[in-house]
């Protein structure tokens, strides 16, 4: 009976033990949880206070900005830079039989257009972007944009009126090009605005171990240098899209300081012109055929890790070459050119360097030629071969802040005109804002 | 010629389409991607050895400006997990980044985004209508708020807690993991006779409430403060001078004063007029240590230096912004040794 008095007794004691040990542990287990749940409750009522609501409905809005680009520009020709531009052998005049536009830089002070730019993330499929260009009396819907955000393995879709993936200039815009002005490659081949056109873009990023990407467009050809359909009785009515494009671009990966690019393009459509060679104001020929173009582009960039550039290094190069396969589908002067071919092959290249040589400081160096190849086939059968034309340039920039800047340019132009070769100078003082959405920069 | 290209562009897409599934790597792992080395040692501490972690910025560079090269996009473009810190610290390139990845995992709402700077302890949150005359001045605060180690502590919970969501298998590794990363940090901020007494929660809670000090002294234990309060505890109230304001969460933590930067406004270089009146400061506030990051040229600071006799403190405000910054606790532990024994010095 004591036994089992003293059998129950230190059951009891062993289990009470046990089960007192067992919740002190517990206790203080939850004591510490208590204390590490305590301080984020104290946390967050602190963070209450500062957390700003609004940053987390930023996505909704609709991010805009506004670009306004003041120059002061003079070059010591006669007639006018871009009139002497129009004269370059080989590159001259293609006339769709309307007036056109030069964006014409005049000696003096100048106004390049207000860039105004939207754009917003539309609903889960979707973003969209739109870039007008406006200027006195004048505005032109430079960019407007849909693209998918949702499409499987690495596709992406664009449409509505962009510029062309090809080269690496044609995708900026004037804000950001590193020159005052383009490459002459680019502005006397495609135009003042590059290759920009309605049309879609399909593109893909491949799942590579480095950074290779192919695109694909599919485009209405409205570019009056080289891909252009012209209303008119005498030329074949063409179905848009007239105008292909493909192009790939390859990056290898260089380590964290170093970031290089090749691309390649590749564009075929359909070109149209009509001229008026006696000059009577009316025309009096047309061509119809095919413009091939391939281009190739390079860009290396430097990172010194300085502050605001400061040590940066790019080299950047594009090449382009194009032939205009052309067919005279009438000629009212001379009837016998009708159905003959008129040939023209032209080609270019820019290269250019910059150099970050103080914090927000840039110089920079460009030289580039045109009509390296530069030959034209005639419909009377002769067939010409041109000179090449250069240009050097140097310029100094000073970003005063992400949104500003001051550029100073000069420019030495060699060029093959018809009435012989021209010689000059240009210079330009630009003053440069960006006010609104803070921009981030493609590479 | 149109033909050939054709021909060529098709053989390059069978070349690939059939290399494409070679690069994969090891195919359970995930690919945590963070914006910045803090981030990156952070999250390595979190996931261990269940996920690839890797960061775009180097350490090296200002996290303003980062060029969205194409090798970044490739990264992301494989990437399971993004994590920034937020507060557009990024702003100027994490959306190209995201955007010609065209990884849905990844994109701003979707789970596999990340933005560390929820639930931190927020400063320089404007109380005025922001413009741009006023500097680089973040609509959302000041973003170096990784420089707290408190706000250092809550980034980890915060990833800890994403990638449980994510990754719902591998929580119990997280969170074990978490703790002793929370532990390592207390121990290193408090010392480990007040850690083992009272657990660091508790520590952080009371210095919250600012009766830490009471506390300690109540229960005699002031001379157990070790750690980094311990260590800049005898200069509480001092005055320093930065280059940016990109230390004030380093300083704010640990009771520091900062009258006035280097910078006249955020992201201005600094002009002889305003450094007039740095060493008017200096002078007047008795201030005795410049501290900045090794990215800033030490001109200002040098000049100052000689007017004044003030010590020039350089310290990397980053993981791998300099050799032996190779962890975030290391990182903020130079900082605390190094301006303590500037403080020391005078």
Redesign the interface.
């Known amino acids: 009976m004591k036994r089992l008095a003293m059998f129950w007794f230190a059951l009891v004691l062993v289990v009470g033990t046990v089960s007192a040990a067992h919740s002190f542990a517990q206790d203080n287990a939850g004591?510490?949880e208590s204390?590490?749940e305590?301080?984020?409750e104290?946390?967050?009522s602190?963070?209450k206070k500062?957390?700003?609501s609004n940053?987390l409905v930023r996505?909704l809005d609709l991010d805009a900005s506004v670009v306004i680009d003041a120059f002061y520009y003079h070059d010591d020709t006669d007639e006018g830079m871009a009139h002497v531009k129009e004269e370059i052998l080989g590159f001259g005049h293609s006339h769709g039989g309307e007036d056109h536009d030069h964006s014409e830089v005049e000696n003096g002070f100048n106004l390049r257009h207000i860039e105004l730019g939207l754009s917003a993330e539309v609903d889960p499929y979707f973003?969209a972007w739109t870039t007008l260009a406006i200027e006195d009396g004048n505005s032109e819907i430079e960019e407007a944009v849909i693209q998918t955000?949702?499409?499987?393995y690495?596709?992406?879709l664009s449409g509505g009126k962009f510029y062309s993936g090809i080269g690496r200039i044609n995708r900026q815009h004037s804000h950001n090009w590193d020159f005052f002005d383009q490459p002459l490659v680019y502005e006397l081949m495609f135009g003042p605005h590059g290759l920009q056109e309605k049309g879609a873009q399909l593109s893909w990023?491949?799942?590579?171990?480095?950074?290779?990407l192919?695109g694909a467009e599919a485009l209405n050809g409205e570019n009056e240098k080289m891909f252009q359909h012209v209303e008119a009785d005498e030329l074949p009515s063409k179905d848009g899209p007239r105008l292909w494009t493909?192009f790939?671009?390859f990056?290898p990966?260089?380590g964290?300081r170093h970031?290089m690019?090749f691309g390649l393009s590749?564009a075929?459509g359909y070109h149209q012109e009509a001229h008026d060679g006696n000059e009577d104001g009316t025309n009096d020929h047309w061509l119809h055929g095919r413009t091939?173009l391939?281009g190739a582009d390079f860009v290396y960039?430097y990172?010194d890790?300085?502050?605001?550039?400061h040590g940066d290094f790019v080299l950047q190069a594009e090449y382009y070459n194009r032939k205009k396969d052309l067919e005279v589908e009438q000629h009212d002067l001379v009837p016998a050119f009708t159905g003959r071919d008129k040939i023209e092959n032209q080609d270019g290249y820019y290269v250019q360097a910059l150099y970050g040589f103080a914090?927000?400081w840039r110089a920079g160096l460009r030289w580039e030629q045109v009509g390296l190849t530069n030959d034209v086939e005639l419909p009377d059968m002769t067939e010409e071969s041109y000179g090449s034309s250069s240009r050097g340039a140097a310029m100094l920039d000073w970003k005063l802040?992400?949104?500003s800047l001051l550029r100073l340019q000069s420019a030495r132009c060699d060029f093959e005109l018809e009435d012989g070769d021209q010689k000059a100078w240009e210079f330009a003082l630009q003053w440069q804002v960006t006010?609104g959405k803070?921009?981030?920069?493609?590479? | 010629m149109s033909n050939k290209i054709k021909h060529f562009g098709l053989l390059f897409i069978l070349v690939f389409a059939i290399l494409s599934p070679v690069h994969a790597g090891e195919p359970d792992k995930a690919t945590i991607l963070t914006t910045t080395t803090d981030l990156a040692d952070i999250t390595k501490a979190i996931a261990g050895d269940k996920a690839i972690v890797k960061s775009i910025a180097s350490g090296k560079e200002d996290p303003h400006f980062l060029t969205a090269k194409p090798g970044f996009i490739v990264q992301a473009r494989d990437a399971n997990v993004w994590i920034r810190i937020g507060l557009d610290l990024e702003v100027g390139w994490e959306s190209p980044i995201l955007r010609d990845s065209r990884n849905l995992r990844i994109q701003e709402g979707a789970p596999g985004h990340i933005d560390a700077s929820a639930g931190v302890m927020v400063l320089d949150v404007p109380q005025q209508r922001v413009t741009r005359d006023m500097g680089d001045v973040h609509p959302y605060g000041n973003p170096h708020y990784w420089l707290d180690p408190l706000n250092g502590r809550i980034m980890a919970k915060t990833i800890a807690n994403r990638l449980s969501e994510l990754y719902p298998e591998q929580k119990a590794i997280f969170q074990t993991n978490l703790k002793a990363f929370e532990k390592a940090l207390d121990l290193r901020m408090f010392g480990k006779a007040l850690v083992s007494r009272y657990g660091g929660a508790r520590l952080w809670k009371l210095h919250l409430k600012g009766n830490l000090l009471q506390t300690l002294d109540a229960d005699g234990q002031r001379n157990e403060l070790a750690g980094w309060y311990g260590m800049l505890i005898p200069y509480q109230g001092y005055s320093i001078v930065t280059y940016h304001r990109s230390w004030i969460y380093l300083t704010e933590r640990f009771g520091l004063k900062t009258p006035i930067e280097l910078e006249p406004k955020p992201g201005v270089p600094p002009g002889s007029k305003h450094l007039a009146r740095v060493i008017e400061t200096v002078k007047n506030v008795q201030i005795h240590v410049i501290l900045q990051e090794p990215f800033y040229s030490r001109k200002a600071a040098d000049l100052v230096s000689e007017k004044t006799g003030v010590t020039v403190v350089v310290c990397p405000n980053t993981v791998n912004g300099a050799a032996e910054a190779n962890s975030y606790l290391e990182l903020i532990d130079i900082a605390v040794r190094n301006l303590t024994k500037a403080l020391e010095i005078r």
């Open positions: 004591q510490g204390d590490e305590s301080l984020y104290a946390i967050k602190k963070v500062t957390d700003d940053r996505g973003r955000t949702s499409l499987p690495g596709l992406t990023l491949a799942p590579t171990p480095f950074y290779l192919f493909s790939i671009k990056s990966g260089l964290d970031a690019q590749y075929t091939h391939w960039k990172d890790r300085k502050k605001n550039g914090p927000r802040s992400e949104f006010f803070h921009s981030a920069h493609d590479f």
